[in-house]
Each structure stands twice: as C-alpha cells, then as structure tokens.
C-alpha cells in the first residue's frame, strides 16, 4: 500500500488545489479570471475553459468597474482583505459570499490577486450544501461532542455503510468494520482524547459486492483551555486513489509534455519528479536528475534554499526569477512558480519553471534602446534650451543689411563655401558682424536644419572651455555634480561656431585638431571615444600668423583651419551701407522704447558717413542707441559729441598701431566717458556690446586698470 502511495503520490498532489472545499481564484488587474480551481467553477456552473474568459463583473452583480478599481486598490496597499459580496451561477441564482483576498507581485512587478471565495448561505441551506457536496465528494464529515457524548455526522455514512436513517455513529460504522477494526477506532479516538493526538488511519473492508474497499478516516481535537471538548474529523472512501486509472495517465502524460519544465521536490529540496522539457533545458537525462537537489540545479546555496522553502510553505505560493545551472555549466535565467503543497503531513514543492533567456536579452535591447533614445531626448533638450538662449540675446541679427558692392564680395564667397562643407575661418576687426557671417554659412548649407551651436573662446575660464566644448561626466571634477553634455555633441549632424579662436589655449588646441581630423573627442571623466559629424565655423580678430610665430597658436591647426577664410571688411570700408544700418538700428530701438520716430536728419547722415567706426557695425549700433535714448522729437539727431571718439589728424600721423593697441585706447576712452562705470546701464560694456564678464576679462588682458 505505501509503496504504491510513493509511486503516485505527484499524481495525487496535482489535484489538491481542486480537492479544497473552498473556492479559489486568481484575477487580474483589469478584473478579468484568469485562473480558478474546480470548487470555485462548480458553484458558479461553469467550466474552468468558461469561467476563465468572464470579467469579475459577470459573476459579480454588485461591483462596478469604478468598484473593482477601488477593490484592487485596497488589496494592493495592504496586501489583503476580506469582504462580502454576492456571487451569480451561469444560470442566474444569486448567493452571498464572502472572499478573503491577498496580492501577489513577482519581482519583475507583475500583479495577481488571489482569492479565497466561501458561501455564506443561510444555516440551512448551508447544511443542506453540505450534505450534497458531502454526497458528491463521497466524504462523510462528522463531530463526536465529548460533553453529550453526542455524534453528528452527514447522510453519506449510511450509504457508505449500507445503514438505515436514524442509526448511530458507532452502529453504522460497525456494518463495514469488524469488531477488532472497531476497537482501534475506539483506540485511537481515546488517544485523540487523552493525548490530544490526531488520527489519521486507513480501513479495508468489502462491499455487497466483495470488492475491497479502503476508507481512510481523519479527527482533530478540539481544545479548549488544555482540554479536548469535541474531536472533528472526516470518513473517505478512498479506493479510487489506490487504483490505477486514465485520468491519471493522461494527467501524467500533459505533465511530462508540458512546454514549461516541471519539477516535484520534497521536504529535503531531493528531486522527485521532473518532465521532458526540463530534462532538455538541463541537458541531463530523467535518471540523472531524480535524486539531485535543488541547488544542484538552480544557482542558489542551501542554507538559502532551506530558508526560503520555510518561507514558501507559510505563503503557499512564490514566483522568483533564477539562474538554472546546465550540465555544461551555462547559466540561464528562469522564472519560477513555486507551490508548497501539504498531503498527509509532508511537504511537496511544485515549480512551474519558464526559460526567460529570449524575455532578458529583448528587455536588455529595449533597455538600450530607451537609454538610447533617453540621451538623444537630453540632448534634444539641451539643444532647446541653447537655441532659445541665442533668440534671446539682445544684439542678434535676422539678416544681413547691405548694399556695398565690396561686402557682396563677401557675401559670394559665404555662398560659394555654404554647400560644401569645408571648414570656415572668419577674419576681420571686432564688431564686424563674423557672426552674421557665420549665421548665413549655416543656413545655406544642407545642414540647416540641424543646430548652429555656439560658444565665445575669450569669455569662458580656461578651466571650463574643455568642459563646455567635449562635456563631462558626473564626478569628473570637483564641482560635477551631473553630466553634461559639449557643444560639439550638441552639434552633431549641424555647425559649431568658435568665436574669438585666437583666444583658445594650447593645450585644448591640440584636441580641436584632432577633432578636425578624426571628427572623435572623449568627455571629460570618460575613457569612451564619441564620434561626431560637425562642421567648424572658426573667427578672430587676431592675426594667426603671427600667433603662430610666438608659439601662442598651433600652425598644423592653423592650416586645419585655414580652409576656407573670409577677411569681414570693417565698417569704414563699406560707407553704402552706413545710412541703411542706422535706419535698421533707429528702427529696433525706437519700437524698443516706443518711440515714435520718422527718420534721421541729413546732418546726422553725414556725420555717420564720416566717422570711422574703430568699433564697427557694434559701436554704430551703440550711437543709434545713445542718440535714441537722448531725442526729444520726431527726426533722430546726432550732437557732434556722439564722435568724439574719432581718431585725430595728429594721432593718425603718428603710424598704424596693433589691434590690440587700438582695443586698449578705446576702451580706456568709453571708461572715462563713463567715469569707470564698467556694467549696468549707461555703462561702458552696454556701449561695447559686451558682456560685463567679457569687459573685466579683456581688461585683464589688455592690462586696463583704473586709475
């Protein structure tokens, strides 16, 4: 008898979820059944193949869709809860119920609910469901009340027995059993009394038919303050399970041929059963895994195994990701579904185990894919938030205004060089607009589309231009609290724009050049090389040539650079068109004060026409402004004063000096006109156009100290 217990014990155990006089089920988020044991099926008149396509609102009348929101909810924040509700059959009759639900979340953040589902039906009528399940299980269930001495016990024991109605326990159970068969129950429901002992005992007999028969009786004592006061316990007919049948073979064939890898272990972690897919998942064969272990086969110590399976048996039910280990050594990731099932007071684990190695290299790709599209979404951002920055700056330009024939030469050769691609370097006196130069070489190219970033070499420390051109990762500094992304990134597919290249240091020219020549550059903090497809608009005011020859500017970058250049002629140099900036200019900052001005006067004219602009288009543009601010009708008039600054017979006759000489004077002039009054308004960088920073940097350079 044992060893045919031992021999089918997996097929038994499989079963035990449908054996619970409960109903069971699991539910879905979205409130539809997705599995249900066959108790919960039978008293709703459904098939399992039924019941799992039906909403929880087709047996539920009570709940709506809001309901079942708010239901889940409260399960999910405290993991479980018990109400009651009402349940309808297929054919329409209504009953209450009462569930006790409870969450279940894997790892990977999926969520089912699982619920407990009781009949609450009145006492009769439940007595009366009761006797027909105890008829249709064939379960006698019974209750012997140690202070009357009474039994009660369902209908089924005279069928069972062959009795008449209105016959006593004993008697009854005395039409199967012989007297000495009787003496042991009696035996043991003494030791249950006395010992507190639970019985549990198997009984043969044979029928009418003289068919043996095997009845397996159970009791639990009922203790009440040290005492037993009654013993409750069940009678089954048992003979079915003994036997060999079909159903259990075909049970064990759908087991062995499952697309998911079964494995039954016990209460010692030993194999005791394991399907065809999980013998061609391991590579060993049913022979070889029988007898093995669990951390045999899955990556987990055993000390770690013991404990979980403690924890596992006081749940029920677990679903954990793994790595399984292959006869050849290969790992493989699973997902796991384990259930701890109790038959006959041992331990059986049930895993349901699915191969998850197609599921981790698809998530590991959409990963990538989102970090991908994460970055490029930051960089978006970044570019964004750049280009608005240039819309807003105050001086910036929507055309170029011109009509001299000698700056058209300049403008031939901004779209001769725009669709090629080549590198630009723009030359030519401060304030002669190299940016707008820079702005049109863009906008005719193919790459207009994509950003035109720029960056001042003479307005950053020299500590953060590397930051700002090749960006940083987070902790590459003191003081890089987050990553960022360079310019040159950032101008990826589009232009950068250097303005000020004579102010770059050295030792960040040499990795300018070699993103000249390589089109790679590494963030700083970051060993990763980064390719880029960036076209380089360089511009100074400064002579490169002879940079070159103090050493203060590299030559193979130069000759890099040199590709293309445009020498930006000065305003002196282009007079045609002084009358038609000073009429934009009056025009901007007229709107920008609301100002209603209706021209310039012809005395103003010519003395515009004939100054020289030593600051060029940029110091024009200051004198509008100035005059603007200052005029009291509706022509706009220039006082002599406004060109003071123009330079003397005398002071001509003396020689040319450098560039920087000439910078040096004239701001020294605006310094003065301004009392040293270097930022704020009627200051001397809003008369320069500059920024305050860039003001106090170049007076350092040009060594401008006030007196």
């Given at each position: 008898m044992q060893e045919l217990f031992e021999e089918h014990k997996d097929k038994i155990a499989v079963g035990a979820l449908d054996s619970v006089p409960v109903g069971i089920v699991w539910i879905s988020q979205n409130g539809y059944i997705l599995e249900a044991n066959e108790k919960f099926c039978n008293e709703r008149e459904y098939t399992i193949e039924e019941i799992k396509k039906l909403h929880i609102r087709d047996i539920n009348p009570l709940i709506s869709t809001k309901g079942w929101r708010k239901y889940w909810n409260q399960v999910d924040e405290a993991k479980t809860n018990v109400v009651q509700s009402e349940h309808m059959t297929k054919s329409g009759i209504v009953f209450p119920i009462e569930t006790t639900s409870n969450m279940i979340e894997t790892e990977n953040g999926f969520k089912v609910m699982f619920s407990i589902v009781t009949s609450i039906l009145e006492r009769d009528k439940f007595r009366d469901l009761l006797e027909v399940t105890s008829h249709n299980a064939k379960v006698v269930g019974w209750e012997w009340n140690r202070v009357d001495g009474e039994f009660t016990?369902?209908?089924?024991?005279?069928?069972?027995?062959?009795?008449?109605?209105?016959?006593?326990?004993?008697?009854?159970?005395?039409?199967?059993?012989?007297?000495?068969?009787?003496?042991?129950?009696?035996?043991?429901?003494?030791?249950?009394?006395?010992?507190?002992?639970?019985?549990?005992?198997?009984?043969?007999?044979?029928?009418?038919?003289?068919?043996?028969?095997?009845?397996?009786v159970e009791g639990q004592p009922v203790v009440i303050d040290d005492e037993v006061v009654k013993i409750q316990g069940t009678i089954q007919n048992i003979t079915n399970h003994r036997m060999f049948s079909d159903e259990m073979h075909i049970l064990k064939y759908c087991m062995d041929h499952s697309e998911d890898q079964i494995f039954w272990s016990d209460d010692e972690g030993r194999l005791s059963y394991v399907n065809i897919k999980a013998c061609e998942a391991l590579g060993y064969s049913k022979k070889e895994l029988i007898g093995m272990y669990v951390w045999d086969v899955v990556k987990i110590s055993e000390e770690h195994w013991f404990q979980h399976w403690e924890s596992l048996k006081n749940v029920g039910e677990m679903v954990d990701n793994y790595l399984q280990k292959r006869k050849n050594g290969r790992l493989q990731p699973v997902?796991?579904?384990?259930?701890?099932?109790?038959?006959?007071?041992?331990?059986?684990?049930?895993?349901?185990?699915?191969?998850?190695?197609?599921?981790?290299?698809?998530?590991?790709?959409?990963?990538?894919?989102?970090?991908?599209?994460?970055?490029?979404?930051?960089?978006?951002?970044?570019?964004?938030?750049y280009l608005k920055e240039e819309i807003s700056k105050e001086h910036r330009f929507s055309n170029i205004i011109s009509k001299s024939d000698d700056y058209k030469k300049v403008l031939a050769q901004v779209q001769d060089v725009a669709a090629t691609g080549a590198t630009v370097l723009i030359l030519g006196e401060s304030g002669t607009g190299k940016e707008l130069l820079a702005n049109a070489v863009h906008e005719l190219s193919d790459r207009s589309d994509k950003p035109l970033i720029k960056i001042n070499c003479a307005t950053l420390p020299e500590n953060l231009i590397e930051s700002e051109l090749f960006g940083h990762e987070k902790g590459a500094f003191t003081g890089a609290y987050e990553r960022k992304i360079g310019r040159f990134e950032l101008a990826d597919g589009g232009t950068i724009f250097l303005d000020e290249m004579g102010e770059l240091?050295?030792?960040?020219?040499?990795?300018?050049?070699?993103?000249?020549?390589?089109?790679?550059?590494?963030?700083?903090?970051?060993?990763?090389?980064?390719?880029?497809?960036?076209?380089?608009?360089?511009?100074?005011?400064?002579?490169?040539?002879?940079?070159?020859?103090?050493?203060?500017?590299?030559?193979?970058?130069?000759?890099?650079?040199?590709v293309f250049p445009i020498i930006n002629i000065p305003l002196r140099e282009r007079k045609d068109d002084i009358p038609l900036l000073a009429q934009h200019f009056m025009e901007k900052f007229s709107d920008k004060m609301n100002k209603q001005l209706e021209g310039i006067s012809p005395a103003s004219i010519r003395r515009l026409t004939a100054y020289d602009y030593p600051g060029?288009?940029?110091?024009?543009?200051?004198?509008?402004?100035?005059?603007?601010?200052?005029?009291?009708?509706?022509?706009?008039?220039?006082?002599?004063?406004?060109?003071?600054?123009h330079l003397k017979d005398d002071e001509e006759d003396k020689g040319l000096v450098t560039m920087e000489e000439m910078q040096r004077d004239y701001i020294i002039r605006v310094l003065e006109h301004t009392n040293w009054k270097i930022t704020g308004d009627g200051g001397a960088a809003a008369i320069l156009g500059m920024n305050g920073k860039t003001l106090y940097s170049r007076m350092t350079k040009l060594d401008i100290q006030k007196p």
């Open positions: 016990y369902t209908s089924y024991l005279q069928e069972l027995c062959g009795g008449e109605e209105g016959d006593c326990f004993e008697s009854l159970l005395s039409q199967i059993l012989s007297k000495t068969q009787m003496g042991e129950f009696r035996a043991l429901m003494e030791k249950c009394t006395n010992e507190q002992e639970e019985i549990d005992h198997t009984f043969t007999f044979n029928d009418k038919q003289d068919i043996e028969q095997w009845i397996e997902m796991t579904k384990k259930t701890a099932l109790k038959y006959k007071d041992k331990y059986y684990n049930l895993a349901m185990v699915r191969d998850m190695s197609e599921t981790v290299a698809r998530e590991a790709q959409l990963q990538a894919s989102l970090d991908k599209i994460n970055e490029l979404q930051a960089r978006l951002s970044l570019e964004n938030t240091p050295l030792g960040l020219q040499a990795k300018l050049l070699r993103v000249l020549q390589e089109g790679e550059f590494q963030r700083l903090g970051n060993a990763r090389t980064m390719k880029v497809d960036t076209r380089i608009i360089a511009a100074t005011n400064r002579d490169l040539i002879e940079q070159v020859k103090k050493g203060a500017f590299r030559e193979d970058l130069y000759f890099r650079l040199n060029n288009v940029r110091e024009l543009e200051n004198i509008i402004e100035r005059a603007v601010i200052t005029n009291k009708g509706k022509i706009l008039k220039l006082p002599s004063s406004f060109f003071e600054n």
